[in-house]
């Protein structure tokens, strides 16, 4: 599991600012059910799942381009995603943390990953910074562009201003000369909550949680060895060492000295042209080709089979599609 620093807005807004801030019922969602930007078949300019449709096209364009500038400019991978609530996970919180954990966000090697996500119905933002950038990114500062950029608008019900103004901010603060200027680490593990007044007599609480992967043994509970190149190459299977070849994941191993006790952990690359195969249960499925069953015409959807095939067993995986029906202004 990626090491993280989580901070968490919940806009505490009173009844008199409800009336802005009011949407459809929403149905229960999955981190599985949020479209990964930088997914197969997703455009490489895409670092945006707007599941809630808060940003407008225009800001969904800054964005996109101002992420994209920023990952040519020092490898930094930032995330923003919107929906509705995160209902049944645990809390907004554990939603964003799963959802930065599975999509691996960050380069393998340096841990630096951002997902910014915003829950309409759970009236929260969470910003999860990967610990690569941990003394870049400090918690004081996420504190006070988001009070400063997201909170004035979202009190207004104006989302898609507040995550435009706030991803500037977090952008400013990732760009080379922040990255260049700042060394070490600023932040202790605990938790901390800060009781900010906003305008109209509302509150917002601001709860910063830091948690790092707990490295003790399952078994005897004394502290895990992280294992070396050559230690972890000696437990990789053969399905784990073509996830390695392929770039769809890499893998971390820790050893327990005292009772031999050994795990080893996968971490996912975000980039999703590779998915997990039932036989291996690695990330070495590759997209192969797509058929077209059943055309889609103006009065139907149609139906088209994707094979995938495994690059370590060569197990053959087909799924079945449905074909978007096409608009009146489509050609056939």
């Known amino acids: 599991m ?18 802005v801030l009011l949407s459809l019922p929403a149905q229960a969602i999955t981190i599985e059910d949020v479209p990964n930007p930088r997914g197969y078949g997703s455009s490489a300019n895409s670092w945006i799942s707007d599941t809630a449709n808060l940003i407008s096209p225009e800001s969904e364009a800054k964005l996109n381009q101002m992420l994209s500038a920023l990952e040519a400019e020092n490898g930094t991978e930032m995330a923003i995603v919107t929906v509705e609530q995160t209902a049944p996970a645990a809390s907004p919180r554990a939603f964003t943390t799963d959802l930065f954990n599975a999509w691996g966000v960050g380069k393998a090697d340096a841990d630096n990953g951002v997902v910014f ?24 500062k996420i504190e006070k562009l988001l009070q400063r950029q997201a909170v004035p608008n979202f009190k207004q019900g104006d989302y898609d201003q507040g995550i435009l103004d706030a991803s500037k901010a977090i952008v400013s603060e990732l760009s080379d000369g922040a990255v260049a200027s700042t060394s070490g680490s600023s932040n ?21 949680w ?15 060895q992280k294992m070396s190149t050559s230690q972890l190459s000696a437990h990789l299977s053969d399905a784990q060492k073509v996830a390695i070849d392929i770039n769809s994941a890499h893998y971390s191993g820790w050893q327990c000295s005292d009772c031999n006790f050994s795990t080893v952990q996968r971490h ?6 590779y998915t997990k195969c039932d036989r291996c249960q690695e990330p070495t499925l590759m997209f192969s ?19 995938r095939v495994c690059q370590c067993c060569n197990h053959i995986d087909t799924k079945l599609i449905t074909l978007a029906q096409l608009s009146d202004n489509s050609s056939s």
């Open 2 to 19: 990626k090491s993280y620093q989580s901070l968490c807005l919940k806009l505490g807004l009173n009844m008199s600012l409800g009336l």
């Open 117 to 140: 996500l915003i829950s309409r119905g759970d009236r929260r933002a969470e910003v999860v910074v990967g610990y690569g950038l941990e003394s870049v990114l400090t918690t004081s």
């Open 188 to 208: 202790q593990a605990g938790l901390a909550k800060i009781l900010v007044a906003l305008g109209g007599g509302g509150l917002a609480l601001v709860g910063v």
């Open 210 to 224: 830091f948690r790092r992967p707990l490295k003790k043994c399952s078994r005897c509970q004394n502290p895990l």
């Open 268 to 273: 996912k690359h975000w980039f999703k042209g």
């Open 289 to 307: 080709n797509r058929d077209v069953l059943t055309p889609a015409t103006r009065y139907h959807s149609g139906q088209a089979q994707v094979t």
